[in-house]
């Protein structure tokens, strides 16, 4: 069951990574490498900071300590949404959910996300919205 499970985990295109209480990455697998473009040798060791936008890291270890020191969270089901940086600086749109993790004594001990690259999406999206939008306006303009 242990290979099984490891080939699940490293074979998954999502990103699957483990940060411990501090918020430092302890395990990055395959999915991740390719999203983020950080070796697993060059991820694990590193801040959680390594594929945080700099602009939304004081909020996010805000709500990274808060639920460190509670052992609990408002996101226990369903996906968040939050935008990624890549290796190179490019910046992706993600939905991840969490799963935190405990010891035997019921102890915070970090927590595992499962990310999905979503930019494609996202794009599409805004571009329909953009498109409904002049149409919306053209139509308001039309005589009744």
């Given at each position: 069951?242990?290979?099984?499970?490891?080939?699940?985990?490293?074979?998954?295109?999502?990103?699957i990574?483990?940060?411990?209480?501090?918020?430092?990455?302890?395990?990055?697998?395959?999915?991740?490498?390719?999203?983020?473009?950080?070796?697993?040798?060059?991820a694990?060791?590193?801040?959680?900071?390594?594929?945080?936008?700099?602009?939304?890291?004081?909020?996010?270890?805000?709500?990274?300590?808060?639920?460190?020191?509670?052992?609990?969270?408002?996101?226990?089901?369903?996906?968040?949404?939050?935008?990624?940086?890549?290796?190179?600086?490019s910046?992706?749109?993600?939905?991840?959910?969490?799963?935190?993790?405990?010891?035997?004594?019921?102890?915070?001990?970090?927590?595992?996300?499962?990310?999905?690259?979503?930019?494609?999406?996202w794009?599409?999206?805004?571009?329909?919205?953009?498109?409904?939008?002049?149409?919306?306006?053209?139509?308001?303009?039309m005589?009744?």
């Amino acid at each position: 069951m242990d290979r099984l499970l490891n080939q699940a985990v490293n074979g998954a295109p999502d990103a699957i990574l483990i940060s411990d209480r501090e918020g430092i990455i302890r395990f990055w697998n395959s999915g991740a490498e390719q999203m983020f473009g950080h070796t697993t040798t060059e991820a694990v060791g590193q801040s959680l900071d390594l594929i945080i936008p700099e602009n939304i890291r004081s909020r996010h270890w805000e709500g990274y300590r808060r639920v460190m020191a509670s052992g609990e969270t408002k996101y226990k089901t369903g996906l968040l949404s939050s935008p990624g940086v890549r290796k190179d600086g490019s910046r992706i749109s993600l939905e991840f959910s969490l799963v935190l993790l405990h010891d035997e004594a019921g102890e915070m001990q970090g927590c595992a996300s499962i990310m999905r690259d979503v930019s494609e999406r996202w794009k599409k999206d805004r571009e329909l919205k953009e498109r409904l939008t002049v149409c919306e306006t053209k139509l308001a303009g039309m005589p009744a």
